[in-house]
């Protein structure tokens, strides 16, 4: 279950993605198979040769891909989910979701 993002930022990832950008959603989730991840970072991008160099350059598996269409990403979580973050340089989403960083 996905929580803690309002509906025109799910809107402006969504039209990034169909874009071919990559793009960036954190929300808060809950799902009994993850009990310690409270949170998911989606990385979304319709084009995805993309996608797949972007998780190969990050040191993801792209066969980790989520391949549904028109909105295809990889979901990001736990400590990787904060390195990559970290890399990227989007520290609204680690401060925003309560993730611990080094600064």
Known sequence: MAFGIKRNELQL???A???G???????????????DIKS?????CSDLDKLSDWCTSHGLNPQYIHHRQPFPHYDLMGSKQIEILR???LYSHLDRFHLTYKG
């Open 40 to 44: 998911v970072t989606k990385v979304g």
């Open 13 to 15: 990832w969504k039209e």
């Open 87 to 89: 890399k990227e340089q």
């Open 17 to 19: 993605v169909s874009r």
């Open 21 to 35: 950008e990559l793009a960036f959603l954190t929300h808060y989730w809950i799902d009994p198979r993850f009990p």
